[in-house]
């Protein structure tokens, strides 16, 4: 009975030790961007903003910070199905849904792409939860058919597409699906130069759900990791990329983001 009692504590036990040990790389290592302090901003560079993803719980919090900006004017969102959020948007004037089936193929918006200034991406699904080819086909195929599109109906400036790819994202990992995300984030920089738009990725730690969607666990996640600036909610980074996209002459293209820099950023979003 005591060695069954003594399983859990050890458990635990490694679990701390394991969070205390990510909370120190975290805290040493992350932040590798210092955001300017008085860098001019772009009133306009957010005006009409587009989110993927919307329905999960990434890109739930990337549209409700869109939502709240006062400098977004219109919130184009592309989605499967609807959500709260996305009705309670659209019953206030500011959003638009569009049922989207094939997210290979963006013919159908034609029509609106090319007033969009800023995208948010936050669709995208666990490697253990498809197989590897349809892992690929969301997060390569999907953004890339994207860009094409929207480059070929607009090319000016202010444009900026944010990814969600991860912490641990890397083109040259052991992991594969490490691998199609670095993959996707150098192709998105490459389709973009030479042009008005920036793309950033976005290589998180953990992003805890907005309020409406947490559990208790997301809390204790949020404060075991925060010491080490591994946490993020997913409103806060949707509030660092629009703060990203108005500082329009700060950031290159292809800029990598961790979770960090995500946090200074969000610190000074100002809409």
Do not use: C
Not at 39 to 48: L, Y
């Amino acid at each position: 009975m005591n060695y069954l009692v003594k399983i859990p504590l050890y458990f635990i036990l490694a679990l701390l030790l394991l969070v205390a040990v990510l909370d120190l790389w975290g805290f040493l290592t992350l932040g590798t961007i210092e955001p300017l302090q008085d860098t001019p901003r772009n009133n306009q560079a957010n005006r009409v903003v587009m989110v993927f993803g919307a329905t999960g719980s990434v890109g739930d919090g990337l549209l409700k910070a869109a939502i709240e900006d006062p400098g977004v004017e219109k919130i184009h969102v592309i989605t499967r199905r609807s959500s709260r959020r996305i009705d309670e948007g659209v019953a206030s004037g500011k959003v638009q849904m569009y049922l989207h089936k094939d997210f290979t193929d963006y013919s159908s918006l034609a029509g609106v792409l090319p007033e969009v200034n800023t995208v948010l991406w936050g669709l995208g699904t666990s490697s253990l939860q498809v197989d590897e080819k349809t892992y690929t086909w969301i997060h390569v195929d999907f953004p890339l058919a994207f860009a094409k599109a929207w480059l070929a109906a607009r090319t000016e400036a202010p444009m900026a597409f944010h990814y969600v790819t991860g912490m641990g994202t890397d083109p040259e990992g052991s992991a594969k699906w490490a691998r199609d995300k670095g993959y996707a984030e150098r192709e998105l920089a490459a389709m973009a130069e030479g042009t008005g738009l920036r793309t950033f990725s976005y290589r998180s730690a953990y992003i805890r759900p907005t309020s409406e969607r947490a559990n208790p666990l997301a809390y204790l996640g949020e404060l075991m990791l925060r010491p080490g600036k591994l946490v993020i909610t997913s409103k806060q980074l949707g509030q660092a990329m629009l703060e990203i996209s108005a500082r329009v002459n700060e950031l290159p293209n292809g800029t990598l983001i961790d979770n960090a820099d995500s946090i200074a950023y969000a610190r000074l979003y100002s809409p």
